[in-house]
């Protein structure tokens, strides 16, 4: 096996599923951190925690190659003053005690992911956005992706090597924005949201996993990075593929008024320019870098020089087969 341990924090959701999918083959243990005790299946042990306190679930970080911390309540719910104090706490207490206990460990993960939110950036539709040249945005969901970064940062832990993974929307069939997508398809309503204009950054849930995995075959790289398909694609056109997938060439729109948004709209992708100022733009290669075919495409993110050294190609480009969004069972 490739891997020792892999530490999954809150991952019995929609990524934690496509992550422990992705490396059960490649690693010789999976631990899920979770608030509910599951049977043990396979390499996969589910070890009980809240969250909130220490317990003998931090035993199960020691020498681990890689955590990934996917904790944080779904953003699919109305937004009450309720929820809106369970999104935050969802995200930064578990964040906060995980960095408390690897700083303390005298032997803690070699590599700690946190997924968070490229929708920490302002909603753009003149140019992409990025930590180098993007502007943060405003409101709550803002507000909660930088909580969430300051409170990935509060400990220092020099032992563990730290990445905080800004993720755009992950497209998968089984969860997450896909399916509700689908199903406004189905029900003819499968139009353009808004004025349709609205860039949709977006990644697949196999490009998702395999960046984890980049990350640690790269022991050179931390700090922050963004994850998104290198092609942004306009909810009109995305719409009209969804529809294309699922024979139904037809759909009615969704005005602004009625609040039909089954998810937030960002343009955070980063195009690889090769060197500039102090940073290198790393390529790796995507499986499906547009939507609607599967092609040759690109990871790229910002690494200070401090840690990366020697060519900025980490990998081969191949061309890859285009697939249409229907024949990825889709």
């Not at 694609?233 to 005005?255: D, F, S, Y």
Request: hydrophobic fraction near 35%; glycine fraction near 8%; charged fraction near 25%.
């Amino acid at each position: 096996m490739k891997y020792k341990k892999i530490v999954l924090a809150g991952g019995n959701g929609y990524l934690g599923r496509v992550l422990t999918d992705y490396y059960s083959n490649k690693a010789a243990e999976i631990v899920i951190l979770s608030r509910h005790e599951k049977l043990q299946e396979r390499n996969v042990r589910t070890v009980l925690w809240d969250g909130k306190t220490r317990g003998k679930w931090a035993a199960e970080l020691v020498n681990a190659d890689m955590l990934i911390n996917l904790c944080g309540k779904n953003v699919n719910c109305r937004y009450t003053e309720k929820n809106k104090a369970e999104i935050f706490s969802s995200r930064l207490q578990p964040t906060e005690l995980l960095g408390e206990v690897i700083r303390d460990l005298v032997e803690p993960p070699e590599l700690w992911i946190n997924l968070g939110s490229a929708t920490i950036y302002r909603h753009a539709e003149d140019r992409p956005q990025d930590e180098d040249n993007g502007e943060h945005g405003e409101g709550f969901s803002v507000d909660v992706c930088e909580a969430w970064e300051y409170a990935f940062n509060k400990y220092d832990t020099p032992k563990t090597r730290k990445i905080a993974l800004r993720m755009g929307i992950v497209l998968g069939h089984s969860d997450s924005v896909f399916p509700r997508l689908l199903n406004l398809v189905k029900m003819g309503m499968g139009g353009k949201q808004g004025n349709g204009q609205q860039y949709v950054s977006w990644v697949h849930e196999l490009d998702a996993a395999r960046c984890t995995e980049w990350f640690a075959d790269h022991p050179e790289l931390e700090g922050i990075f963004n994850c998104t398909a290198p092609e942004p694609v306009k909810n009109a056109e995305l719409m009209r593929i969804i529809r294309k997938a699922g024979g139904c060439p037809i759909g009615l729109p969704a005005p602004k008024w009625l609040g039909i948004y089954p998810y937030r709209n960002r343009i955070d992708t980063e195009k690889p320019l090769g060197f500039t100022k102090a940073f290198a733009w790393i390529w790796v290669q995507f499986c499906f870098s547009k939507s609607g075919r599967r092609s040759e495409g690109y990871f790229t993110a910002k690494v200070d020089r401090q840690y990366y050294r020697g060519s900025n190609r980490v990998c081969p480009r191949n061309e890859l087969d285009k697939n249409a969004l229907a024949e990825l069972n889709y």
